[in-house]
Nanobody, 121 residues
Framework: QVQLVESGGGLVQAGGSLTLSCAASGTIFSIDAMGWYRQAPGKQRELVATITRGDHTNYADSVEGRFTISRDNGKNTVYLQMNSLKPEDAATYYC???????????????WGQGTQVTVSS
């Protein structure tokens, strides 16, 4: 079983920066793509950014140029550097990954429990 734990959320003023981290632990054979999603109250969960094991990245238009996703494969950790934060970026941020717990197991999608980001105007 793979566990994902996010950290780094908090309160920041508009225009400020935060860096989120998400570490995978537990029984891990392999980790493929990793990503960040967010969900604001009353809204659907939406993609923020994804990164493949080969460091190919994809961003939502709303964060392109302000957020940077990166990963450390040796630490099974994905990061989200968020700059120039806006009030509309406020949400609970979740990380996910496609991972295999065991060599012979099928890949599964795992989610973290989320970390809150609040942006004051």
């Amino acid at each position: 079983q793979v566990q994902l734990v996010e950290s780094g959320g908090g309160l920041v003023q508009a225009g400020g920066s935060l860096t989120l981290s998400c570490a995978a632990s537990g029984t891990i054979f392999s980790i493929d793509a990793m990503g960040w999603y967010r969900q604001a109250p009353g809204k659907q969960r939406e993609l923020v950014a994804t990164i493949t094991r080969g460091d190919h990245t994809n961003y939502a238009d709303s964060v392109e140029g302000r957020f940077t996703i990166s990963r450390d494969n040796g630490k099974n950790t994905v990061y989200l550097q968020m700059n120039s934060l806006k009030p509309e970026d406020a949400a609970t941020y979740y990380c996910n990954t496609n991972a295999k717990a065991l060599r012979g197991s099928a890949p599964r999608l795992y989610w973290g429990q989320g970390t809150q980001v609040t942006v004051s105007s």
